[in-house]
């Protein structure tokens, strides 16, 4: 694999600011940048804006994540406004019965957690919550309780990639292959993964795969991308859109209602899916993605990080072992002497961008950091520790 070289010229981030907080929000590359501008102008006449936009864009867009994520069925992807939505499809088209669990990840991220409390609250079924229980090798003990937490009674393991506060990973084939088992669907939210860490749905085969495009997919706010598998091939989704309806392209026809929805997850994309100012930036970013490619990503951010997360081990601090994190997302546990009002203030005062949750510091780093933003993030780590 050939190594990818620091992209920070692709961004337009400044010099003073360290910005190791992509989990919070992506940059937007320049390219991305400019497709958007070239977008709203295109408004000024709206001639412009001919019909076939409404789905060339679109088209495009699923393409593109189509192939991020290793599959070769781009009309299995929809266009949605956010992971909530992409969970409430979910949830309305899974049935869950009293008696019945859902399996979720601890302190999960809302938007995977919320669509299942209602649907369980009404079903008379259970959230099944599970926790990493340790400190100590709290990574590998995770992915076994949750693999123990999926029984016969789970009709949905509802769970992230690598999870947002800390960047554990979770062996999402292992649990794939658990569901198959035992009949449950898989809904994965790798927002705070794809784009960064390669995904393989063929291998991991969820039956929802949804990724919101503004962090690691560096894209706009209000659109996520969402993969759905053969179960949801005769679904229902949320809102009754009319382009999602067989001959949608041609607008003389519009008034043949036609009830029968197009093939595949086009019938799951919102209303007005085809956002012309947005799609065409997301789409820039998602080809850039896929020339430095996620595996290189990773490489790149596990060659930037090494050194310091060694130097800060022997200073006490900890973080997961390597095999269950990201290395674009990971949290660094503080040791006691670390007092975290100071710590939190001379980040601030020497512009890094990271987050602190709870005692952990949430590092995010991506291919436009260097070795000056890691130097000034070392300073800091050392002197609050010392
Ligand atoms: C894991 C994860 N999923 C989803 C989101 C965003 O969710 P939504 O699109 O529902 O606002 C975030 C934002 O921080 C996140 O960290």
């Avoid at 412009?48 to 679109?58: E, K, L, Q």
């Avoid at 409390?117 to 008379?124: D, F, M, N, S």
Wanted: proline share 5%; with cysteine.
């Amino acid at each position: 694999m050939r190594p990818l070289e620091n992209q920070r010229d692709a961004f337009q981030l400044r010099r003073e600011d360290h910005y190791l907080n992509c989990a919070y929000m992506g940059p937007l590359p320049r390219v991305a940048e400019e497709a958007g501008i070239e977008a709203i102008r295109k408004k000024r006449i709206p001639t412009r804006i001919v019909p076939p936009d409404s789905f060339w864009n679109t088209d495009r867009l699923r393409a593109l994540f189509a192939r991020l994520v290793g599959s070769d069925e781009p009309g299995r992807v929809a266009i949605q406004p956010g992971v909530s939505y992409a969970v409430a499809t979910a949830a309305k088209n899974l049935p869950v019965s009293a008696g019945q669990n859902v399996v979720i990840t601890h302190e999960q991220f809302p938007g995977n957690v919320y669509g299942w409390r209602r649907l369980c609250g009404e079903a008379g079924a259970e959230v099944r919550t599970v926790d990493a229980g340790a400190s100590e090798h709290r990574g590998a003990i995770w992915n076994e309780r949750l693999l123990e937490a999926i029984d016969k009674d789970t009709a949905v393991v509802a769970v992230p990639n690598v999870h947002w506060t800390d960047g554990t990973w979770f062996d999402l084939e292992a649990i794939g292959t658990r569901c198959r088992d035992v009949g449950a669907a898989l809904v994965v939210d790798a927002t705070q993964s794809v784009g960064a860490l390669p995904f393989d749905v063929e291998r991991v085969r969820p039956d929802v795969l949804v990724c919101a495009a503004y962090k690691w997919l560096l894209g706009p706010y209000s659109l996520c991308l969402t993969y759905f598998g053969p179960r949801f091939d005769d679904g229902v989704p949320l809102e009754e859109t009319w382009i999602a309806r067989e001959d949608s392209r041609d607008f003389q026809r519009l008034v043949d209602y036609r009830d029968e929805y197009l093939e595949g997850a086009v019938r799951y994309d919102v209303a007005e899916r085809s956002n012309f100012f947005l799609a065409p930036i997301a789409a820039a970013s998602l080809e850039l993605l896929l020339e430095w490619r996620p595996e290189r990503i990773q490489a790149y951010c596990a060659e930037l990080t090494r050194e310091l997360l060694a130097e800060l081990r022997g200073l006490g601090y900890s973080v997961e072992e390597e095999a269950y994190r990201g290395n674009h997302l990971f949290g660094v546990r503080m040791p006691p002497s670390v007092d975290l009002d100071a710590l939190k203030a001379e980040l601030g005062r020497r512009n890094v961008s990271a987050s602190l949750r709870g005692t952990a510091l949430r590092l995010a780093p991506n291919v436009y950091n260097d070795e000056v933003d890691i130097g000034v993030l070392r300073d800091v780590l050392v002197g609050a520790a010392s």
